[in-house]
């Protein structure tokens, strides 16, 4: 539908006239009641009930002309065109989580006004691009209080290494010397990874190892490879969720928020509420699904580190 059929649309309801809405706007009748019998088919309801000449409208036109005076104001607001299409706004959601867009797209958007552009925003541009309106929402790891952004956490996540199962002894131990020895992997561009992996990787060995690696996709060659192993977050384990790869629990049992920002400033700010929504849908889903499979797996395997 267009900005132009809400206007007719608008202007008969506010005249229950087609005769004056046409002289109001110096259209002809027939091209007003060619666009309301459009408009009421792309809804799928009549807005107006028929007496004779007479017109008023429905139950159905009533509930939705509020909508329509909102959507007329701010389009005069941000002078959008009367032929400009507002069916199902793109709303542009940044992260620098590639694994997270990869599990996203798997889910179907479940609101009817918008559908949600994931985009892949490196951390470091991220939060840069949401203040200059380059995207709608942001999500990352990264804590920032700015009066500018409103945040909301969507997730506390646990962490675990993703390992190659060549390197798990038979009790399920990860060894010491593993851990010493085999580097764990950086994701390029993502700087909320590399500090909790170093954070963490303190924690686990006196001389750690690391190598830099561009994307998730690469972090899973190297680790069936054994070349590296991954502080990997749900999304992550999703991805990697293949032989020879597998998950190992640490003792202390790491986690990392997941955090959702929106500009105060963005014209989408109306639509905040029903996004944050949908992205978390998919936390809460892809969350249950890995702790059925957790449940369902019959080996757990845990580091073995003097530290703890």
């Known amino acids: 539908m267009s900005i132009e059929k809400l206007e007719y649309f608008y202007m008969i309801a506010r005249f229950n006239s087609l005769s004056q809405a046409s002289k109001e706007l110096h259209v002809s009748i027939s091209s007003l009641s060619s666009s309301l019998k459009s408009l009421e088919q792309e809804i799928g309801t009549d807005l107006f009930e028929r007496h004779g000449k007479k017109i008023i409208l429905s139950t159905h036109g009533k509930s939705i002309l509020p909508s329509v ?29 590639a694994s997270f867009i990869f599990e996203a797209n798997k889910y179907p958007i479940r609101h009817q006004n918008f559908t949600i552009d994931y985009r892949y925003i490196p951390s470091l541009d991220l939060l840069n ?41 038979p009790d399920g131990i990860l060894s010491a010397e593993v851990l010493e020895e085999l580097p764990f992997i950086f994701l390029l561009d993502h700087v909320e990874h590399q500090v909790i992996t170093k954070k963490v990787v303190k924690q686990l060995t006196n001389e750690p190892k690391y190598v830099v690696c561009p ?13 590296g192993m991954l502080l990997a977050n749900t999304f992550v384990q999703e991805l990697l969720a293949i032989e020879p790869v597998c998950f190992v629990s640490l003792p202390a049992f790491p986690t990392i928020h997941f955090y959702l920002y929106k500009n105060s400033k963005s014209e989408n700010f109306y639509f905040y509420p029903e996004v944050e929504k949908e992205i978390q849908a998919i936390f809460n889903q892809t969350c249950h699904t890995t702790q059925m499979m957790d449940s369902a797996d019959t080996g757990t395997y845990y580091c073995q580190n003097d530290k703890y």
Do not use: C, W
């Not at 005069?76 to 620098?96: H, Q």
């Not at 994307?215 to 070349?227: C, N, P, Q, R, V």
């Open 215 to 227: 994307d998730s996709l690469g972090a899973a060659k190297m680790i069936t490879e054994g070349k």
């Open 129 to 169: 691009k949401l203040s200059q309106k380059e995207i709608d929402f942001a999500i990352t790891s990264a804590t920032l209080d700015h009066p500018k952004f409103i945040q909301t956490r969507l997730a506390t996540l646990e962490l675990k290494v993703a390992i190659s199962n060549y390197f798990v002894k």
């Open 69 to 97: 005076e909102l959507i007329l104001a701010e389009a005069k607001k941000l002078n959008i065109s009367l032929n400009e299409s507002v069916d199902y706004p793109a709303l542009r959601v940044g992260t620098s989580d």
